[in-house]
Every structure is written in structure tokens, then in C-alpha cells.
């Protein structure tokens, strides 16, 4: 079965921040906070779940690629920050869930 960042939003748990495309496909997942590993390490289309909430976060997920970045634990974005995720088009979604409990949410759908 195939999850668009839609279908996250509308799942239990999962809230839009900023959505730009929300037909974008989800096609892996990818956890982590150290941004220069991320980099590295995250593919393209992946759902990407981190802590981290800085305005290099962004940079990251454009540069990658993300489908989304997943907000884990309830971390929010600074009002500055969520403007440019916006203008930038990079798809922001939120969850109090545990980067692991959000992963194995994942995990049963794609």
C-alpha cells in the first residue's frame, strides 16, 4: 500500500504543520538528529523523523529530498523557521509519538 504525507496527516497522532504537497509519496523512513548524517544517509522520498528543529533542518530536507520531516516528541518550530519551511515548500508534520513509535506507525504502511 502506498502513503502519501496526506495519508500521515489524516493518521491518529499525525498533525500538519506546513503541507505543500500533500500527494507526495512516502517511500521509507529515516531516523535521525545529527544533521550532517542525515545528509548522508537519507533518500529521497523518505519520511524523516528527527528532534531537531533548526533552520539547517531545512536546508537537510531539501537537500535530500524528503517526502516529509516528522517532528518527533511534540517539537514545535519558531515562527521564523515555520515561514521558511513554508516558503520553501518542505512538508512539516508533527507528533507527540516517540521517533520510534512514529517509525513503527510507518513501518505498517509502506
Same mark, same amino acid.
Given at each position: ?6 495519508? $500521515?496527516?489524516? #493518521? ?18 529515516? =531516523?535521525?538528529?545529527? $544533521? ?16 531537531? #528543529? ?8 531539501? &537537500? ?12 514545535? $518550530? ?13 512538508? =512539516? ?10 517509525? &513503527?506507525? $510507518?513501518?505498517?504502511?509502506?
Amino acid at each position: 500500500m502506498k502513503v502519501t504525507v496526506y495519508d $500521515l496527516c489524516k #493518521s491518529e497522532g499525525f498533525t500538519p504543520v506546513t503541507v505543500s504537497d500533500s500527494g507526495r509519496e512516502i517511500s521509507g523512513v529515516y =531516523i535521525g538528529d545529527l $544533521l550532517s548524517w542525515v545528509m548522508g544517509k537519507a533518500q529521497s522520498g523518505d519520511a524523516w523523523i528527527t528532534i531537531m #528543529s533548526n533552520i539547517n533542518t531545512l536546508a537537510v530536507a531539501a &537537500l535530500t529530498d524528503v517526502a516529509c520531516v516528522i517532528l518527533a516528541e511534540g517539537v514545535t $518550530l519558531e515562527p521564523d523557521i515555520l515561514k521558511a519551511a513554508a516558503d520553501k515548500e518542505i512538508n =512539516i508534520v508533527s507528533t507527540e509519538l516517540s521517533a520510534y513509535d512514529a517509525a &513503527l506507525h $510507518l513501518s505498517k504502511h509502506i
